[in-house]
């Protein structure tokens, strides 16, 4: 039988700005109301992550919807450098306005792993299912 990393106990951590945690070896983080992620929110949500990480890279997701607007240089830092160790990323949205910030991310910043937008949790985690590594 595959195991999963953490999957025999869920990581947890809360962050100034998100929470996240491991289950079933997917990486879930919950963005807090923010008016606008910056280049410094950005520059710290990441390296929270990758120190959580402990270097093993994931199928993340990661829900802003509690996100109101993203500088330019947070998108494009979260595009290359914020993708390390992701596997895949599966955003979760819910306003119009959120959705075509994320839209606009996606086409225009062209993160370096597959990346999809969803409106419900669970739909992106059945996608991100399939990113999982087995160990």
Not at 113 to 121: E, S, V
């Amino acid at each position: 039988m595959s195991t999963f990393p953490n999957s025999d106990k869920d990581s947890f951590l809360e962050t100034p700005y998100v929470t996240m945690f491991v289950r079933e070896g997917i990486y879930q983080a919950t963005f807090k109301p923010l008016e606008t992620l910056d280049l410094d929110i950005a520059v710290a949500t990441v390296q929270d992550r990758l120190n959580f990480f402990k270097n093993i890279a994931y199928p993340c997701l990661f829900d802003i919807t509690q996100v109101k607007h993203t500088t330019k240089e947070a998108r494009d830092y979260m595009a290359n450098e914020g993708n390390q160790l992701v596997l895949a990323s599966a955003m979760i949205v819910s306003s119009p306005m959120l959705k075509m910030m994320a839209n606009f991310y996606i086409m225009v910043n062209k993160p370096k792993n597959p990346t999809r937008l969803f409106t419900d949790r669970e739909s992106g985690l059945d996608w991100l299912r399939s990113f999982r590594k087995t160990i």
